[in-house]
């Protein structure tokens, strides 16, 4: 094993490309306050350098973090001398990402067009960009790309919009890919678009829907950090902006939004993967979301996706006290899990951020409906931990067409309850 790791560090040295050869996930159950205490210590601990993908919330509710390989022992028997309950979800975190690799190279093979783009495949920056640009020339009169800015290492950051005309219509926003190691979100999202498209004048609910509205679509909200996970480390969650007085980089931009920014639900440490930045709009990726959204004037619902959990959530995120129309939010979530698990039996939670997770404080749908966006949601995506954000390139579009009669749910109500 020690010869394997060696020569492991020499060949990601050699392509600057950081490996997890024998790093585990291990899924760890906390049975009282006092466990998930210990939990937060564990994680603080920065020579151990576990990092959480299901931070511990509450007792009973499992908690998943990759441990690299120098550190199992320790961890273990950490968690074996206090007690805490533990199982090895990911017996090697390399291994899955070695076939990851294997199957997108198989898939580059392919010839790219919009009818032959592979949306059972996962796709680099590049490719989606170009991706974007043929679904624009196949529907020149439903869809265009606009630029809302651009990221702290100068990629455009592109949108699409899909709009049959007016002027100032109401609007409702979709994104994906905020977290950039959350690969199944930008592959849902590149499906959904081109759902989307293809759906006007055959789908009678899309077709209403863009018949009075537009639909704004940014499906890699962070292009740094997700040219950074094919590049660098595919486990790359926050932008790639530079902390003033630290060696870490990036911050998490779904804790940058000016809606309860600051507390307790993240972090003001640089090299936490909570990172909130240094003040509110920091990062040039979530400022361009928040001066289009502002500008425009007339957002009617705001959609962001993410992975892991299979949850559907609303506000908030930031306080305890329910949404003034959590009850309208709430039945809305219920009935499109419901749709979503008639396609495929997979079963989501819903409910307030707070309520369903943890607290988090600067996130997106917080903003957005403090910001009179009434229909603010976000998605979490497959699965339940089995892969994490590691899923399987074989489950893109069974998630993305389970996730789609939600979406449609979603969005025919905030065409049925203009405000």
């Not at 919009?161 to 100032?168: D, E, L, M, R």
């Not at 905020?178 to 849902?188: G, K």
């Not at 009434?374 to 074989?394: I, V, W």
Request: proline letters at 5%; a negative charge; aromatic letters at 12%.
């Amino acid at each position: 094993m020690k010869i394997l790791l060696v020569f492991a560090a020499f060949v990601a040295a050699a392509c600057s490309e950081q490996l997890f050869v024998g790093d585990q996930v291990l899924r760890i159950t906390a049975s009282d306050e006092e466990q998930i205490a210990l939990l937060r210590v564990l994680g603080e601990q920065a020579e151990l350098q576990a990092d959480f993908w299901r931070h511990p919330t509450s007792p009973g509710r499992p908690a998943d973090v990759r441990v690299p390989f120098p550190s199992l022992r320790a961890v273990k028997t950490f968690l074996e001398s206090n007690s805490i309950s533990y199982s090895v979800m990911i017996e090697d975190v390399q291994e899955l990402l070695d076939a990851e690799k294997k199957t997108m190279m198989k898939s580059r093979r392919t010839v790219r067009s919009t009818s032959t783009f592979d949306f059972a495949s996962y796709h680099t920056l590049e490719e989606i960009y170009d991706w974007m640009d043929t679904l624009v020339d196949d529907h020149p009169r439903l869809v265009s790309k606009i630029q809302i800015g651009q990221s702290y290492e100068n990629r455009p950051l592109y949108v699409l919009k899909f709009s049959t005309g007016g002027s100032n219509r109401s609007a409702i926003w979709l994104d994906t890919g905020i977290h950039s190691r959350e690969w199944i979100t930008q592959a849902t999202g590149v499906w959904t678009a081109n759902k989307i498209a293809k759906g006007y004048g055959q789908d009678p609910s899309i077709t209403a829907i863009l018949d009075s509205m537009d639909i704004f679509f940014e499906i890699v909200i962070n292009p740094d950090g997700f040219a950074f996970t094919h590049s660098s480390n595919r486990l790359w969650r926050k932008t790639r902006s530079i902390n003033a007085g630290s060696h870490c980089v990036g911050v998490d931009p779904n804790r940058n939004w000016d809606a309860g920014f600051g507390g307790s639900g993240s972090s003001s440490n640089p090299c936490s993967e909570t990172y909130r930045g240094p003040y509110a709009h920091s990062e040039s990726e979530v400022k361009a979301i928040v001066d289009f959204i502002r500008s425009h004037g007339n957002v009617k619902s705001v959609i962001s996706i993410h992975s892991y959990s299979q949850m559907l959530l609303f506000p908030y995120g930031y306080k305890t006290a329910p949404a003034p129309n959590h009850q309208e939010l709430n039945e809305l979530a219920k009935k499109a899990v419901s749709d979503l698990a008639a396609v495929y039996g997979t079963k989501y939670t819903y409910g307030s951020i707070v309520d369903t997770i943890y607290m988090a404080d600067g996130t997106t749908v917080d903003w957005a409906y403090d910001n009179g966006v009434k229909y603010s949601f976000t998605f979490e995506l497959r699965d339940t931990g089995r892969y994490g954000f590691l899923l399987p390139s074989t489950q893109i579009i069974p998630t993305a067409t389970e996730t789609w009669p939600a979406l449609l749910d979603i969005m025919v109500h905030v065409l049925e309850h203009p405000y």
